[in-house]
C-alpha cells in the first residue's frame, strides 16, 4: 500500500488523538532546542574558565548547563510517556474495530481463518502498529529539527566545520539506506510465520483431547518444533541484518566524528578557535549520530508497520457477503419456517441441499432425520443464515429472510448444538451471556420454568459459581442444560436443537427431555437427530437423503403408513439406519 493511503488510514485512529499529538510534538521540539543550546552553554562554561573567570561567574553558566541537561531528560520521559499513551489509545481502537469486523464477518471467511491467525492480525499486527502510530512522526520531525539545527550552527561557526558536519550527515544517510532496507524483506517473512505458527498451536490446542486419545502429541510436536525453527531462523536472519546496518551507521558516525575531532583540534592549534569552540563542534558532530540512527529505527518501523498495515486493511477490506436485510421485526410468538426450492452448495459443482422445499406451521416440531453428511447441519445454517442459498427462498413468519435485519432474525432462533459454547465467568455471565439487562430474578424464573430449581442446587454458590474456560468443569448434558435456561431467557419464536441428546447419560436425559418439553411449548422447534426417540415429540418428520427430501409429513401419518421411510426405520428400530 501507498504510504498516502497508509497515512490515511492511521488518520483516522490518531485524529481524537491530535491534542496529546501536539504536545509531543511541543515537548520534543522543546527538547530538541534545548540539545541544540546545550553545546553553546558547554562553550561558554569553558572559554569563561579558561579565560580564569571568578567562580561566582561561573555559577550562573554552570547552573544553566545544568538545568538544561535536566530538563532535557525530564521532557524526553514526559514525551515517552505520552507517546505510549497515544500508541496504545489509537491502536486499541483499531483492535476494537478490527475485532468487530471479523466478528460480523461469514462463517465462510471464518471457515478459511483459523482464530490464532486472526488473532495474530488483531493483536499481533496492531501492536508493530502501536510502536509506530506514536513514534513516527514526532521522532523524525525531532531528529530532522535536530540536524537541520545542527548543520545552521555548524556552518554559522564557519565553511569547513558545516561541510564536515554535512559530509558526516550525508554518509551517514547513505549507509543507513544501504543497508537497512536488506531487513525489510526478513520482517514480513517473519509476520506470517508468526501467524502460521500461532494457527497450528491454536487449532491443536482446541483439539487437545483428540491429540492425545489418539497418541499425535509427538507429531504435533515435532511439527510445532519445525514451524518454531524455522521463525527462529527467520527472526535469527533478520536481527542479524538489523543489527548489521546499526553497525554501519555506528562506524559512519564514529567517523564523522573523527573528521570533526581533527578539525577542531587542528583549529585550535593554529588559534583560529578557542577550546570552548572545539569542544563544542565535538559536541554538535556528537549529536549528528542520534538522530541519524533513530531516523534508521523509524525506517525499519515503518517498513514493518507498512506490512503489518496492508495486512490489516486488506482484513478490513473484506465485506461480509450476508448483509442486512431493510425489513422490520418479526412477530412475536411461534414463527412459520418455509423453505421453498432452495438449492445450496459450499463449493462449486458439490449440491449439499437440492430442491429443498417445506412448510412448518408456527408451534409445531420439526424432527429432522438423515445419514451424516445428508444436510442437515446445512438446512440449519441456511435458517440462521451463515450463508444463503444459491437458488430458492427462506421464509421465517412468513419473510423472506434475505429481507430482516440480522440481528432481528438471530434475536428470534434460539440454536443449540452438540458443543455449547460456555466461557470462563460465573453462572450467570454464561447465562445472561454478560447482558446486564438480564436481572437474577429473570434467570431463576428461567430455571423454575424449565424444572431445574432441584438440579441448580448443584451450584453452591448460585449464580455466582464460577465455570472454567470453555466450560471446564461441566459435563456435555450439564452444558446443554444451562443452553437451554440461556436460551429460555432470550424467548426465541423458533428454536433449533442440533444433535441434542447425543453423548448424555440417562438421568441427565430425562431432566433435559423434561427442560425441552417446556421450553418448546408455544414455540416452534427443529429438532435434528441421529437417533429415532429424539424425534418422537415432533409433530412432523423430514428425512433428507444427499441433500434432498426423501419424505416429510405429519409424524402420526407417517408412522402408520407401512410404506413410510420412517415407520421403516422404526421397524428396523435401529440408529444404524441412521447414522
Ligand atoms: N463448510 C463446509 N464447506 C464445504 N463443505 C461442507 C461444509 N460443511 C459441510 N460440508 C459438506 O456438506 C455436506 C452436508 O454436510 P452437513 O454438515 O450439512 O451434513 P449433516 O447431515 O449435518 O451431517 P452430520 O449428521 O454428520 O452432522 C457434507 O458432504 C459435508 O462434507
Known amino acids: 500500500m501507498s504510504l498516502h493511503s497508509a497515512f490515511r488510514f492511521l488518520w483516522t485512529y490518531l485524529r481524537p488523538l491530535s491534542g496529546f499529538l501536539l504536545l509531543l510534538v511541543t515537548l520534543l521540539t522543546g527538547a530538541t532546542v534545548l540539545r541544540l543550546l546545550f553545546p553553546q552553554l558547554l562553550r561558554s562554561l569553558v572559554d569563561r574558565t579558561m579565560e580564569g573567570a571568578p567562580l561566582p561567574e561561573l555559577v550562573l553558566p554552570a547552573g544553566l548547563f545544568l538545568a538544561a541537561a ?336 440480522l440481528d432481528e432474525l438471530r434475536s428470534r432462533i434460539g440454536l443449540i448444538s452438540q458443543e455449547v459454547g460456555l466461557f470462563g465467568g460465573t453462572l450467570r455471565d454464561n447465562l445472561a451471556l454478560f447482558n446486564p439487562a438480564i436481572t437474577d430474578e429473570q434467570i431463576w424464573a428461567a430455571v423454575h420454568r424449565l424444572g431445574l430449581t432441584g438440579w441448580f442446587g448443584r451450584f453452591e454458590d448460585g449464580l455466582d459459581s464460577r465455570i472454567g474456560p470453555a466450560g471446564g468443569g461441566l459435563s456435555a448434558g450439564e452444558a446443554q442444560l444451562l443452553a437451554l435456561v440461556r436460551l429460555s431467557l432470550r424467548d426465541p419464536g423458533l428454536v433449533i436443537l442440533d444433535e441434542f441428546t447425543a453423548r448424555i447419560d440417562p438421568v441427565t436425559e430425562a431432566l433435559l427431555q423434561r427442560a425441552v418439553d417446556r421450553l418448546l411449548a408455544g414455540r416452534t422447534a427443529i429438532i435434528i437427530a441421529h437417533r429415532l426417540t429424539t424425534v418422537e415429540r415432533a409433530d412432523d418428520i423430514l428425512v433428507l437423503d444427499q441433500g434432498s427430501i426423501l419424505e416429510w409429513g405429519p409424524r402420526r401419518i407417517l408412522a402408520r403408513d407401512t410404506r413410510s421411510h420412517y415407520n421403516r426405520l422404526r421397524s428396523a428400530g435401529s440408529e444404524e439406519v441412521l447414522a
Open 70 to 405: 535536566l530538563l532535557i531528560q525530564v521532557l524526553r520521559i514526559t514525551a515517552t510517556m505520552l507517546s505510549e499513551r497515544i500508541a496504545w489509545k489509537a491502536t486499541n481502537a483499531l483492535r476494537l474495530d478490527l475485532a468487530r469486523h471479523v466478528l460480523g464477518l461469514d462463517l465462510a471467511f471464518h471457515k478459511e481463518h483459523t482464530p490464532g491467525e486472526l488473532i495474530e492480525r488483531i493483536d499481533g499486527d496492531v501492536t508493530v502498529l502501536a510502536g509506530f502510530f506514536s513514534q513516527f512522526v514526532a521522532q523524525v520531525g525531532a531528529s530532522l529539527l535536530l540536524i537541520g539545527g545542527v548543520l545552521v550552527v555548524l556552518f554559522t561557526e564557519g565553511p569547513l566545520p558545516g561541510l564536515v558536519g554535512l559530509g558526516s550527515f550525508a554518509l551517514g544517510i547513505a549507509a543507513m539506506l544501504a543497508v537497512s532496507s536488506l531487513s525489510v524483506k526478513a520482517w514480513a517473512g517473519i509476520r506470517a510465520s508468526s501467524a502460521e505458527m500461532m494457527s497450528f498451536v491454536e487449532e491443536h490446542i482446541a483439539g487437545r483431547e483428540e491429540v492425545k486419545a489418539l497418541g499425535a502429541d509427538r507429531y504435533v510436536l515435532r511439527r510445532l518444533m519445525a514451524l518454531s525453527a524455522r521463525h527462529w531462523r527467520l527472526r535469527w536472519r533478520a536481527r542479524a541484518l538489523e543489527t548489521t546496518a546499526a553497525g554501519v551507521t555506528y562506524v559512519t558516525w564514529v567517523l564523522g566524528q573523527f573528521a570533526m575531532l581533527l578539525l577542531a583540534w587542528s583549529l585550535y592549534r593554529n588559534g583560529s578557535l578557542s577550546l570552548g569552540t572545539a569542544m563544542m563542534l565535538f559536541f554538535y558532530a556528537d549529536l549528528l549520530g542520534e538522530p541519524i540512527s533513530t531516523i534508521r529505527n523509524q525506517m525499519d518501523e515503518m517498513q514493518r508497520a507498512r506490512a503489518a498495515l496492508g495486512r490489516l486493511v486488506k482484513l478490513k477490506a473484506v465485506s461480509p457477503a450476508i448483509t442486512d436485510g431493510a425489513g422490520g421485526a418479526l412477530r412475536d410468538g411461534p414463527l412459520s419456517v418455509t423453505l421453498e426450492r432452495v438449492s445450496f452448495q459450499y463449493e462449486e459443482g458439490r449440491l449439499v441441499l437440492n430442491d429443498v422445499s417445506f412448510h412448518l406451521e408456527p408451534g409445531r416440531t420439526l424432527g429432522i432425520l438423515g445419514r451424516t453428511g445428508s444436510g442437515k447441519s446445512s438446512l440449519i445454517r441456511l435458517l440462521c443464515r451463515f450463508y444463503d442459498p444459491q437458488e430458492g427462498t427462506v421464509r421465517i413468519g412468513g419473510s423472506d429472510i434475505r429481507q430482516l435485519p
